[in-house]
């Protein structure tokens, strides 16, 4: 199999502001047509890295390249090849749904049959087409995220990069762009680089990196990350478990509970005897008609375990 | 008019209308004292307008609404008092300290240095905040400005929250701790009424109420929800909860 060529290469990038060390030698590669996915805690470094890359601030060291050119020598051709999209874009809030977008699509030159194509199908993604005549302004915060969005998607730039896109994004639009994501990487062999605070986007990726206090601490398939958790997830479920939670963070071997609706998820060594103590903890609590069972880790129990261990040593 | 109501918030037939679009439509809605009732919708369904409209920052078209049993069509300024807000884009002041902040916030709810500074001690303690009072906000990770907000919405001591997306961008593990604190507020007998779009966090809530274009289409625990639409998870349920709606208009 032919090596697919390194799209975005970065290499030792350093970068500090007065004493905060937002970057510590990120090394990161991303191949051509991969969406890679960028998670880690607030602060941890990732819209740094994202500026520096986009060319908008500069790194204090280290090197980098965009589709095999240099970051610091050719950075104004980079800056017309990425497609960039900040965390806070800015619209024109008296410009309608329609006038903006159309001001993208004349800024890049989409036009013609393409230019239509690109529209209905962002306009299927956005559900903004009854709306295509109000101002910007007037929209909600998330209707106004995702015509950012399709402003950012109008064109089709060889390499995407995308910080945390989807916050504010409705669960049925959020899957959409996520598909319009796989579309662009797998199809047309867009390179993606993006941040997201959201676990199940992450696990969209073909590979992620879990960033944290400006290092990357690891980088890998969300399958082999998952696999590598070390310790078992037990699911604990029935009604009103929530108070039950922290009767269950004292057990010898229980490394962390977690309330999710009708269900506790415990985090405990890979032993048996953690098993019986929870159960027994419970029924001495006090309740009643509870089902405990092993359940495969998922991405997010990998970040807590990450950040937690990064925050011991 | 300040009748005793087991309800926290409730409405009949509320409407908002911009123009000839109708952004709130007949909606129907009762809070229980004391519930985390989370407030989920697709984008633009109503959501912020509701709960705008709810904290008196909007008029209403027509319908009913009452806050803590004070009718807010005819006592706007009453019901003030007895609510927090925390906006979807929350806005603190960046150049200031923590404690800034809450003096300011403190003061907009007309509280006393004495109370206040009373106040500011007690919040600060179950929110957490002792060991930042004295850092600027800007610079702060967005996980501990969402508390600092938090704390300055409920430093009144109102019997109800209004938290409009608060966990918008947070990572996980502030968004879990985050959910201690709104379960922390409701042990404190506060009403919470709270926006999202994080589904996994939707299912701590007691009740939900699912709107869509204006219109309330599901209210129930999480529980029923899930079970009556057959799916494992409150996303999965919302999904096909709207999905369904947007096929029915094609
Ligand atoms: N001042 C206004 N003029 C015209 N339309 C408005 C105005 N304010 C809000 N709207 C419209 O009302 C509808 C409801 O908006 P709202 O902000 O309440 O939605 P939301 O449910 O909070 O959505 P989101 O999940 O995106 O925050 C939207 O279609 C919005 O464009
Ligand atoms: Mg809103």
């Known amino acids: 199999m032919a090596q697919k060529p390194v799209d975005i290469l970065a290499v030792g990038l350093q970068k500090q502001y007065g004493d905060i060390r937002a970057l510590q030698g990120i090394d990161l590669s991303v191949t051509h047509g991969e969406r890679f996915g960028l998670i880690g805690p607030d602060g941890a470094g990732k819209t740094t890295l994202i500026r520096v890359l986009c060319g908008l601030i500069r790194q204090d060291k280290g090197t980098f390249q965009v589709a095999g050119l240099d970051g610091m020598r050719s950075i104004r051709t980079i800056k017309s090849i990425l497609g960039y999209m900040p965390q806070k874009f800015s619209l024109y809030p008296d410009l309608t749904v329609g006038e903006n977008l159309r001001f993208f699509a004349d800024l890049f030159h989409v036009i013609g049959a393409q230019r239509q194509s690109r529209e209905e199908r962002l306009l299927h993604f956005s559900r903004l087409g009854p709306f295509w005549k109000r101002r910007a302004g007037a929209l909600s915060g998330g209707m106004k995220q995702k015509l950012a969005l399709s402003c950012a998607l109008i064109h089709t730039p060889a390499i995407l990069i995308l910080d945390e896109p989807t916050t504010g994004v409705d669960p049925v639009s959020r899957r959409e762009f996520w598909e319009i994501l796989r579309e662009l990487s797998d199809r047309d062999g867009t390179t993606i680089l993006v941040s997201t605070p959201y676990m199940d986007e992450a696990t969209r990726c073909h590979r992620v990196g879990f960033m944290n206090e400006g290092r990357l601490l690891a980088t890998d398939t969300p399958d082999n990350l998952i696999h590598g958790y070390p310790y078992r997830v037990i699911q604990v479920h029935g009604e009103n478990l929530f108070p039950f939670r922290k009767a269950l963070e004292t057990i010898p071997g229980v490394r962390s509970v977690c309330a999710l609706g009708e269900y506790l998820r415990v985090s405990t060594e890979k032993t048996d005897a953690v098993v019986h103590a929870i159960g027994d903890r419970l029924t001495h609590a006090g309740a009643t008609g509870f089902r405990i069972r092993t359940v495969a880790p998922l991405l997010e129990d990998m970040f807590v375990n990450l950040l937690e261990s990064g925050r011991v040593s | ?250």
């Open chain 2, 1 to 250: 008019m300040t009748a005793e109501t087991r309800w926290a918030v409730e409405t009949h037939a509320l409407t908002k209308r911009f123009g000839d679009f109708t952004a709130v439509d007949n909606v129907d809605l009762q809070v229980h004292k004391g519930e985390i009732f989370g407030f989920l919708g697709a984008n633009g369904a109503g959501k912020t307008t509701t709960i705008r409209i709810l904290c008196g920052l909007l008029r209403a078209t027509s319908g009913q609404a009452s806050v803590s049993g004070v009718n807010i069509m005819r006592h706007p300024e009453k019901v003030k008092p007895l609510l927090g807000y925390m906006s979807q884009k929350f806005s603190l002041y960046d150049d200031l300290r923590v404690i800034d902040n809450m003096i300011f916030f403190g003061g907009v709810y007309g509280l006393k240095w004495k109370p206040l500074k009373q106040r500011i001690d007690h919040v600060s303690g179950e929110i957490g905040l002792h060991h930042l009072l004295n850092r600027q906000v800007r610079g702060l990770p967005t996980g501990w400005k969402q508390r600092i907000a938090l704390a300055c919405a409920i430093l009144h001591d109102p019997a109800i929250v209004f938290l409009d997306e608060p966990t918008g961008g947070v990572d996980p593990v502030s968004r879990r701790q985050f959910w201690d604190l709104i379960y922390g507020v409701a042990d404190t007998g506060k009403t919470v009424f709270v926006t999202t779009h994080y589904m996994d966090e939707a299912e701590y809530c007691h009740r939900v109420a699912i709107m869509y274009q204006g219109r309330i289409v599901s209210c129930d625990t999480p529980h029923t929800i899930k079970a009556q639409s057959g799916d494992p998870t409150l996303e999965d349920a919302f999904i096909r909860l709207v999905s369904d709606r947007i096929r029915q208009e094609v």
